[in-house]
């Protein structure tokens, strides 16, 4: 197993493999996103990490970026690669943010938030 030194790196994209995002593609997706990091030379500013259920699973494939607090629903192979050049450039994919983080999660109203606890 590597180690990966992250002093260098700015933003960690969680990559939902659970269930419903790998009948969703989730594996083609954090392929892609992996090649874009890669082929924009990026491996040291952006870190991945497949994960298990987010819980999210009506919004799969999700893909989650910290330190921003974005989760990202419906992503494919493309808006994977999408997001990784996106945050390059300083920017989100907007309109597949579910949920932001402004001191406490908010939904963005672009899709189902589910019920309140």
Request: proline residues 2%; glycine residues 10%.
């Amino acid at each position: 197993m590597a180690t990966w030194n992250l002093e260098q790196t700015s933003c960690h994209l969680l990559i939902c493999n659970g269930g419903s995002c790998k009948k969703r593609g989730a594996e083609d997706v954090t392929q892609a996103i992996r090649d874009e990091i890669a082929r924009q030379e990026a491996d040291r500013h952006i870190h991945t990490t497949r994960t298990l259920c987010n819980g999210r699973c009506t919004d799969a494939c999700v893909v989650i970026a910290y330190p921003e607090g974005v989760w990202y629903r419906d992503i494919t192979p493309e808006r994977g690669r999408e997001i990784v050049r996106n945050y390059l450039a300083g920017q989100r994919l907007d309109q597949h943010a579910v949920y932001t983080y402004d001191g406490r999660f908010v939904a963005t109203g672009n899709g189902e938030t589910g019920t309140e606890k």
